[in-house]
């Protein structure tokens, strides 16, 4: 047996050790500072070595456009390699392997592991048996820590500050991922907050609990027209028709918010509309030419977070 064989063996018997991303409040507050930084870097400084000899496994066992291509553009930029799937069906998981086994082997061939996958505490478990760290790309209805990421690095280079901000966040609160994480981030940063959403989609009180914790104002309301001219981040979201299990229920809801350009008529000078994209049809393409319109430099924001993201991981930042 060579020395590296017994290498790659002896990893089963030694404790996991690895600082994974799996929910945004992993991350403390100066860290969430820090990698805005670091994100700005990469945006001025491209590192097309610093993931040289390192190979990445991005595993998506739900669909994806940005985040999936966002990370592999952040991969390719920084000279790192790729393996992995964009559709669990070609993995053999359609066989019937576990996600422990799958986690467990792929480990074993990657440096790091981006991973999304539908079922809510998936990445948790999996960073529980990876021998190297997972980044969660999204699971289920739970978290999307890295577009969190991207999202206040977003708000910060738009607004000068996180801090003191009121932000609306506007549709499917109940299932919408991003906007869990994102009140967790703004909680450390003063944030008022309007959350907007029909009676059967309103935030989970989790998230409440959580504004509550930190002793910040919130407003929960159902019509958008009474949240624009307050506030500073208007936060749109689709409604998540994969979440509903019942059909009927998500074709009543999912008109509930339909921005126009003209309802910004009056906003504050410095909103900006944001959205983690894909939209359906909760921003109407018109306010696309309106310079308060951020959702595409947001979602171009993602690969500068995500190469910061790659490279604190990793420990090479
Ligand atoms: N924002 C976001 O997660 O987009 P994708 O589903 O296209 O990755």
């Not at 009676?199 to 104002?217: F, G, V, Y």
């Not at 003209?262 to 359906?280: A, F, Q, T, Y």
């Not at 696309?288 to 420990?315: I, S």
Request: some cysteine.
């Amino acid at each position: 047996m060579t020395k590296a064989t017994i290498f790659r063996w002896s990893l089963f018997f030694y404790p996991i050790m690895n600082k994974s991303l799996i929910s945004i409040t992993d991350y403390s507050k100066e860290e969430l500072l820090q990698l805005i930084d670091l994100a700005y870097y990469f945006e001025s400084h491209p590192e097309p070595e610093l993931l040289k000899n390192k190979i990445i496994a991005s595993l998506f066992f739900e669909p994806s456009t940005r985040t999936r291509l966002s990370f592999e553009t952040a991969i390719q930029r920084l000279g790192g390699r790729i393996i992995g799937f964009a559709d669990a069906s070609v993995s053999s998981t359609q066989k019937g392997e576990s996600l422990r086994d799958t986690i467990m082997t792929i480990s074993l061939y990657a440096d790091l592991i981006v991973m999304r996958h539908p079922i809510e505490g998936a990445a948790r478990f999996a960073s529980e048996v990876s021998r190297v760290p997972i980044i969660n790309a999204g699971d289920g209805a739970n978290q999307h820590p890295t577009q969190c990421m991207l999202d206040l690095f977003s708000i910060k280079k738009t607004q000068g500050t996180l801090e003191n901000l009121k932000i609306a966040l506007v549709g499917d609160l109940k299932y919408g991922r991003t906007t869990h994480s994102l009140v967790q981030a703004m909680s450390n940063f003063n944030a008022t907050f309007y959350l907007v959403s029909p009676e059967e989609l309103r935030m989970p009180a989790s998230s409440i609990q959580t504004i509550k914790d930190h002793n910040l104002k919130y407003y929960e309301m159902k019509n958008l027209e009474d949240a624009i001219p307050e506030v500073d981040i208007l936060y749109m979201t689709r409604i998540q028709r994969e979440r509903f299990a019942d059909p009927l229920e998500y074709e009543r809801v999912k008109n509930s918010y339909i921005l126009h350009n003209h309802m910004l008529d009056g906003s504050k000078d410095n909103l900006k509309v944001l959205h983690p994209l894909p939209r359906v049809n909760e921003i109407n393409i018109d306010v696309d030419k309106n310079p308060k319109a951020y959702y595409f430099q947001q979602a171009l924001n993602g690969v500068y977070m995500r190469e910061a993201l790659l490279a604190h991981t990793l420990g090479l930042k």
